[in-house]
């Protein structure tokens, strides 16, 4: 066998590596495009490397244009993700007898010269890698809104499969009890290693895209026609939660708060070294948390989670207001710190 040409939605690695290691073809093409560009778009001739990642769909065929751009319709850096606008002959006139959704799929390429230049608006994810190929990460229909922000778990996803020894990953959001939603990764890898991934991801991705926990599982669960099963997708557990080696509350004080954050956040331990945010935590829970603690009879405040998030650094900080008989709040700041205190707290409200 000379070629052998695939494409479809986002490629199973190991499908690619049974196929690299068992009479492999000569030259086998991974291709991307969808039907309104005349089926192809972009080729990748896979190598023995591609299998170990997620492989890239390549660059464009000749009289193609490829454009990733950002939601002002803008080209955004290599490496970015962005979505995939496909230029070029290959761009078909619309659809038929439909015209509204013509007019939303098929724009006018700004960045051809040709006056009658069209562009189609694929409705994938993608990023330029540093080598010049085109990298699909999904689609923007999984965009979520999370605490007030806008998240495209493909571009999560993305950053993940980058990561040293992962083969696949997929990021969504869980609700698992009304009300508590959050970022739950989903890795495929060769060693589970939740702490190394979200150190990976931190480097590129802000707070707010971070996962709360990464579940690793040996293969991601199939749908009878092949596709992911998204309601097979386990719930995660205290393994899933990284952190660093527990080390046991020291006091009265971090005692209370640990044994709040293990009822706030369903874990079954909270050792004096957690971060409140990498468990997860935002301002409702941390307006949960502080009624909680005043309750108790301990003056907490939104202030001391934000610059103390660390267990033993904030009951800290609580037992220091306790004793001096303060409860802080925004009106008792400087209005600069007031200000920053109010937007963190409310900031998760907008919805």
């Known amino acids: 066998l000379h070629y052998l040409l695939f494409g479809g939605e986002q490629t199973d690695p190991g499908v690619v590596d049974t196929v690299l290691r068992n009479s492999p073809p000569r ?5 991307y495009g969808p039907t309104e560009t005349t089926t192809f778009a972009t080729t990748h001739r896979v190598q023995t490397g591609d299998a170990l990642r997620r492989t890239p769909i390549g660059r ?11 939601r002002h319709r803008q080209p955004v850096p290599i490496g970015v993700a962005g979505e995939i606008y496909i230029g070029g002959a290959g761009v078909a006139r619309g659809y038929l007898g439909r015209p509204e959704l013509t007019a939303e799929r098929f724009l006018a390429d700004p960045f051809d ?27 923007n229909d999984h965009q979520v809104k999370l605490r007030g922000f806008r998240i495209e778990p493909a571009e ?15 990021v969504l959001v869980r609700e698992d009890l009304p009300g508590d939603k959050r970022l739950v990764a989903y890795v495929v890898a060769a060693q589970a290693d ?98 909680r603690m005043r309750k108790l009879g301990h003056n907490a405040s939104v202030r001391a989670v934000f610059a103390t998030p660390t267990l033993a650094d904030m009951a800290a900080a609580i037992a220091a207001a306790s004793d001096n008989g303060q409860v802080e709040s925004p009106a008792r700041l400087s209005p600069r710190d007031a200000a920053l205190d109010e937007q963190q707290t409310t900031v998760e409200f907008r919805l």
């Open 27 to 31: 030259c086998l093409v991974h291709c």
């Open 60 to 70: 464009p065929i000749g009289n193609t244009r490829i454009y990733v751009l950002d």
């Open 113 to 139: 010269g040709e006056p009658a230049a069209r562009m189609y608006r694929t409705g994938d994810i993608g990023r330029f890698r540093g080598d010049g190929n085109l990298e699909y990460l999904g689609r």
């Open 156 to 170: 999560i996803e993305g950053r993940l499969s980058a990561c040293a020894g992962v083969r696949e990953a997929v």
């Open 194 to 291: 939740p702490a190394g991934w979200r150190r990976q991801l931190a480097a590129g991705l802000p707070d707010y895209m971070m996962p709360s926990a990464f579940v690793a599982l040996e293969a991601l669960p199939l749908t009878a026609n092949g596709k992911l099963d998204r309601n097979a997708l386990p719930p995660p557990d205290h393994g899933a939660v990284p952190g660093p080696a527990y080390a046991p509350p020291e006091g009265a004080v971090e005692s209370a708060l640990a044994g709040i954050w293990a009822e706030l956040f369903r874990l079954q331990q909270v050792g004096r070294n957690d971060h409140f945010f990498e468990l997860g935590g935002h301002s409702m829970i941390a307006i949960q948390m502080i009624d």
